[in-house]
């Protein structure tokens, strides 16, 4: 049986190990990623524990600290400034910044975030209060860009590096941005009216053009007509001259062809003298006043029955001619 008194002890061991080991607890620490933790030793600084597993001195050390390496952004009320042409605005800020040394951090300054806020409205004021109105809204960049250098400088003793500065807002005062919107009226109007007079001006120009090109374009139609027509005619006139000339060349060549069969043939004086009959016979058929009779005929007395058979065989006007060319002893090649 266990007496009183050992009891008392168990529960004074047990005791002891519970405190013991919440002790232990108690001061082992993790740090996370992207973290560090500052550690005192008696008030003075030990170290910084980076990402992993730390166990601490219990009632020696302590974590000061613990620091977020992370990028963080800061949005900063809006500030009231003054331009170079006396002109209030009001100016709000955002800050990108990264603390990139935790020990001066924690002891660089007693509160990083207010001294931030103070140093960037004093530096914004100075910056702006060299420029005019138009040129701080129209200056961003370049302001962004000296604030950055300008704060990234004065926050290095601290242990921060500010990689960004924005300038979120500009308020101009209401009355300059009735104005500002007036003169933007008044330029888009102008722009307006530019744009108007361009387009007539080049509305009427190709409309000039267009009046010109038909013009030009209605010439050279009406001067290749002409050519064509020209050329036509000329071409017209050359074939019939060229048919023309073929008729005559046929006809001279066909006449050339019968006189040369003639030829070949060998009339006698018979035959002859029955084709100039034939002729004389032609002849006085037409409306002619005056008959040439050959001479040879004349000397035909035998003939004479047949050329009285001949003129009986015509008309009245070619019997009223007959007598006439018949009379004897006519001179050759005699007109009547």
Request: with cysteine.
């Amino acid at each position: 049986m266990i007496s009183f008194g050992s009891a008392a002890q168990i529960v004074i061991i047990v005791a002891v190990i519970v405190i013991v080991l919440l002790i232990l607890a108690s001061n082992i620490r993790v740090v996370q990623q992207s973290k560090a933790a500052v550690v005192e030793r008696l008030g003075a600084f030990r170290a910084v524990w980076g990402v992993g597993l730390h166990l601490k001195i219990p009632f020696v050390e302590r974590v000061a600290k613990t620091v977020s390496l992370k990028e963080q952004v800061v949005d900063f009320a809006p500030q009231p400034v003054i331009t170079k042409d006396n002109v209030t605005m009001q100016i709000d800020t955002v800050i990108y910044f990264q603390i990139t040394d935790p020990k001066l951090f924690t002891y660089g300054v007693e509160n990083p975030m207010s001294a931030i806020e103070n140093l960037t409205a004093t530096t914004l004021r100075n910056i702006i209060g060299d420029l005019e109105l138009d040129q701080s809204l129209t200056s961003r960049d370049h302001i962004n860009t000296k604030m950055r250098a300008i704060l990234d400088e004065a926050t290095d003793p601290w242990g921060i590096k500010v990689n960004r500065v924005e300038l979120k807002n500009i308020i101009p005062p209401r009355e300059i941005q009735d104005a500002m919107e007036k003169q933007m009226k008044a330029e888009r109007e102008r722009r307006e009216a530019i744009l108007q007079a361009e387009g007539t001006k080049q509305s009427q120009i190709l409309v000039a053009e267009g009046e010109k090109q038909s013009a030009i374009l209605k010439a050279d139609a009406a001067r290749q007509s002409a050519v064509l027509q020209a050329q036509g005619a000329k071409e017209a006139r050359i074939m019939a001259a060229e048919a023309e000339a073929e008729a005559i060349l046929k006809v001279q060549q066909a006449t050339a062809d019968a006189i040369r069969l003639i030829n070949d043939a060998d009339p006698g004086d018979g035959v002859l003298t029955i084709k100039a009959l034939e002729a004389f016979q032609h002849a006085a058929d037409g409306k002619a006043t005056k008959i040439i009779v050959p001479s040879e005929i004349q000397g035909l007395a035998g003939l004479c029955a047949s050329a009285k058979a001949v003129f009986d065989t015509v008309e009245p006007k070619s019997k009223s001619s007959a007598p006439a060319a018949s009379k004897p002893n006519a001179p050759a090649n005699q007109s009547f």
